[in-house]
C-alpha cells in the first residue's frame, strides 16, 4: 500500500478541523461546560476531551496505522510499517481563555513524518480564522469576509531585516521568569521596537502573517508546537527552540520571519 500524499494528508487534516470546530463552537461560552483540573494545574473542559475523541475516531477510520500524540488521551503508537507517521494533537490550545470566554483559542492538528512536523492546521473559529500548511505546499489561512463569505490565501513572513525594527510577542512574563529567561526577554525587548504578548497559538500564526516579527515562549509540549511549524516554515520563517534546536521536542519556542533568527538566538543567549 502506498503512502498518502502529503496533500491528502492536509485535506483529512482540514476535515477534522471541521468537525472540530463545530464542537468547541457549541461548547464555548456555554453555561453547562465542565472544567476540571489536571494534576499539573492546568484547565481542561469536556470540549477537550470530546474534541480529542472526535479527532481520534476520525483518523481511527482514515489513518488507521498511523500513530497518534494527543494532549488529552496520551500517545497511541502506529502499526505501520516503513516510516513513522504520528498525528500530534491539541484539541483546545488556550483553553484558559477558552475557560473565561477569550476567543483567542483553537484546535492544532499536525502530522510528523520521522518526528518532523510536514502538515499543520491551527483553527480558531471563534475568531473566524483558519491557517494551514503542508511541506512544500506553501502556508494559507482563510478567513470571514462577511456572514456567508470565507476568503482563501497565501500568507508570507515579514521582510524586517533590523530588530530595531521588529515587532516581539512573548506570551506571558511568568513562563520566562518561571525557566530563568526573564532578563534574556527583557535584553531582547530593548533591542527591538515594539513588543505584546498576544499569546498561545496567535503569536505565531501572526508571525507567519507578517503581522509580527518574532514570538517565543517556554514550559511546552510538542502538541503545543507541531502543529505551528509547517505554517511558520512554510510561510518563509524559522521555527526552534529558543536555544536553536528543531522540532517541537524541546520543551521551548522560538519562532521569527528567518532573516533576524540568528540575531534573536544571539541577544537570548547573552543572559
Excluded: C
Excluded at 500500500?1 to 463552537?25: G, K, V, Y
Excluded at 483567542?104 to 473559529?125: E, F, H, R
Aim: zero cysteines; hydrophobic letters at 40%.
Amino acid at each position: 500500500m502506498t503512502e498518502p500524499s502529503l496533500r491528502s494528508d492536509l485535506q483529512l487534516a482540514r476535515e477534522l478541523a471541521d468537525m472540530a470546530d463545530s464542537i468547541s463552537s457549541e461548547r464555548f461560552r456555554a453555561n453547562d461546560l465542565l472544567v476540571t483540573m489536571k494534576p499539573d494545574m492546568t484547565h481542561v473542559t469536556d470540549a477537550d476531551k470530546a474534541v480529542e475523541a472526535a479527532i481520534r475516531g476520525g483518523l481511527a477510520d482514515s489513518r488507521p496505522t498511523d500513530g497518534i500524540l494527543g494532549e488529552e488521551f496520551g500517545v497511541e503508537a502506529g502499526t505501520g510499517s516503513g516510516v513513522k507517521r504520528e498525528w500530534i494533537i491539541d484539541p483546545i490550545d488556550g483553553t484558559a481563555n477558552y475557560v473565561r470566554g477569550v476567543p483567542v483559542w483553537a484546535t492544532l492538528i499536525s502530522l510528523a513524518i520521522d518526528d518532523v512536523p510536514v502538515v499543520g492546521v491551527v483553527s480558531a473559529p471563534a475568531l473566524g480564522q483558519r491557517w494551514w500548511a503542508a511541506r512544500g505546499h506553501g502556508a494559507w489561512t482563510s478567513e470571514k469576509v462577511s456572514v456567508s463569505e470565507t476568503r482563501e490565501r497565501r500568507i508570507f513572513v515579514s521582510g524586517v531585516t533590523e530588530l530595531a525594527d521588529a515587532s516581539l510577542t512573548y506570551n506571558s512574563l511568568k513562563g520566562w521568569d518561571e525557566h530563568g529567561r526573564l532578563s534574556s526577554l527583557v535584553t531582547l525587548s530593548r533591542e527591538v521596537w515594539r513588543t505584546r504578548a498576544y499569546g498561545d497559538m496567535w503569536s505565531y500564526m501572526m508571525v507567519a502573517e507578517g503581522l509580527v516579527d518574532i514570538a517565543g515562549e517556554f514550559d511546552l509540549q510538542p502538541y503545543d508546537m507541531a502543529a505551528l511549524i509547517p505554517i511558520v516554515e512554510e510561510a518563509g520563517g524559522a521555527f526552534t527552540s529558543a536555544t536553536g534546536s528543531p522540532g517541537p521536542w524541546h520543551g521551548s519556542a522560538l519562532a521569527t520571519n528567518g532573516v533576524l533568527h540568528d540575531a534573536v538566538l544571539e541577544v537570548l543567549a547573552r543572559d
